[in-house]
């Protein structure tokens, strides 16, 4: 079951915008260090779309390799493409990963009877367990409560990480499949929302920088410690605002680069924040109680 913090993992680049494999495994050991459910890899906040695909399954490789079973890695394996997406999934699964999260297709923009073609086709033939991923606002397209009803009895269809913003939506997904899929919140601002509607965690983007907390708040909540997953939460609410200042993942690597965490800059057709903004995540992460040892650009 996929339940818990799972990580959009930051992918580290050298000055010269090569993968810096070391930096890679180092951030695995930070995941295993903090306790950290699971890893996805290859994501958007990944900055996937501008691999080539020879980086795609080497960043896999290199995270299954350094996890070594000690957390989950679910690998991002969709594409708009159903046979792309199916040999991706096969791909990932001979690297020995423990899932594949799979985005609802873009840009073609399908039916929804298409959107359950194509995941029954990645489900039938993949042969792993699938997290969905459905993010309208990158996608262009809302996977509905009804299709994942119509998905959610395959043994292959086990997640659905859920970032359309609508906790109306959510809840009508729990409450047309219960059990049989997994809701995880797509949104760090949502988590504890999303937990109290039945959902079992996050795909997080600030968990990048403070996974423990997360963690924290997540395990308060399960514990039934509700006034200290609401604590966790408005403690967590405004670092995680400032994380999407501007386009993920320009953000969350310019707080972990001001951390001293040292993943070098986004690739186009990415580029740095404005020096404004840069200011105004500094005094987020100093708010929340960080050390900032790497001054923002333009302070």
């Not at 995270?63 to 594409?79: D, F, H, M």
């Not at 001979?94 to 298409?114: C, H, R, S, W």
């Not at 501007?246 to 020096?275: A, C, D, Y």
Request: aromatic share 6%; charged share 20%.
């Amino acid at each position: 079951m996929l339940k818990g913090l799972y990580i959009a993992l930051v992918t580290p680049f050298n000055e010269d915008s090569s993968l810096n494999e070391e930096k890679l495994r180092e951030l695995v050991r930070f995941h295993i260090d903090a306790g950290t459910n699971g890893l996805v890899p290859c994501a958007t906040t990944s900055e996937n779309p501008a691999f080539s695909w020879e980086e795609h399954f080497r960043i896999i490789e290199i995270v299954v390799e350094e996890a070594a079973g000690k957390l989950q890695v679910v690998a991002g394996c969709g594409t708009n493409s159903t046979t792309k997406s199916v040999a991706n999934i096969i791909k990932a699964r001979e690297l020995g990963v423990d899932a594949a999260m799979v985005v609802t297709p873009y840009y073609n923009k399908p039916t929804q009877e298409g959107l359950y073609a194509h995941f029954m086709k990645l489900a039938d033939d993949g042969g792993l367990p699938l997290m969905l991923y459905n993010v309208p606002g990158r996608t262009g397209l809302n996977m509905q409560p009804s299709t994942v009803e119509r998905i959610c009895g395959h043994e292959n269809i086990v997640a659905i990480k859920e970032a359309s913003g609508s906790i109306e939506q959510m809840s009508e997904i729990i409450g047309l499949c219960g059990d049989r899929i997994t809701l995880l919140s797509g949104d760090d601002t949502m988590t504890l929302p999303v937990l109290c509607i039945g959902g079992k965690g996050v795909v997080s983007v600030a968990g990048n920088i403070v996974p423990k907390d997360i963690l924290a708040m997540i395990s308060a909540w399960e514990n039934g410690n509700i006034e200290e997953a609401r604590k966790l939460h408005y403690k967590l609410f405004p670092l995680c605002q400032s994380m999407f200042i501007e386009t993920n993942p320009m953000p969350v690597k310019e707080s972990m680069n001001m951390l001293g965490m040292g993943v070098g800059e986004v690739r186009l057709p990415l580029v740095g924040m404005k020096p404004e903004n840069r200011i105004k995540l500094a005094k987020a992460l100093e708010a929340y109680g960080l050390d900032v040892v790497k001054p923002p650009a333009g302070a």
